[in-house]
């Protein structure tokens, strides 16, 4: 991923541009395609770790988003949210699983 989150260590993309690098689109497409993925990433994971916290907790974990502190983020999130690491890594595979079944209709 372009920007480094939180999570960035749970996921490798590397694949995917690999799989875009070979259709034929422009640099503009590569980067909008690439963007939507990121961004669907990042909604996925906010919405993951949300529904595991309560409401105070959901107001300190959106200000250390806010200030880029992963390391109270991750605090945080292994004190009050189970196995958290677990369920974002499975929606972002998810994610992943989907985006290349995308790509592959597309090259047929």
């Given at each position: 991923?372009?920007?480094?989150?939180?999570?960035?260590?749970?996921?490798?993309?590397?694949?995917?541009?690999?799989?875009?690098d070979k259709l034929d689109l422009s640099?503009?497409?590569?980067?909008?395609?690439?963007?939507?993925?990121?961004?669907?990433?990042?909604?996925?994971?906010?919405?993951?770790?949300?529904?595991?916290?309560?409401?105070?907790?959901?107001?300190?974990?959106?200000?250390?988003?806010?200030?880029?502190?992963?390391?109270?983020?991750?605090?945080l999130l292994k004190e009050k949210a189970?196995?958290i690491e677990n369920k974002i890594s499975?929606?972002?595979?998810?994610?992943?699983?989907?985006?290349?079944?995308?790509?592959?209709?597309?090259?047929?």
């Amino acid at each position: 991923m372009k920007q480094k989150h939180f999570y960035s260590h749970i996921v490798e993309i590397k694949d995917i541009h690999i799989k875009l690098d070979k259709l034929d689109l422009s640099i503009e497409e590569r980067e909008e395609l690439l963007f939507i993925l990121e961004s669907s990433m990042h909604n996925a994971v906010i919405d993951v770790v949300l529904s595991h916290l309560d409401k105070p907790d959901k107001k300190l974990f959106l200000s250390y988003i806010a200030a880029g502190d992963h390391k109270s983020i991750w605090k945080l999130l292994k004190e009050k949210a189970e196995n958290i690491e677990n369920k974002i890594s499975d929606v972002l595979e998810k994610l992943k699983l989907d985006f290349h079944k995308d790509i592959d209709n597309v090259k047929i």
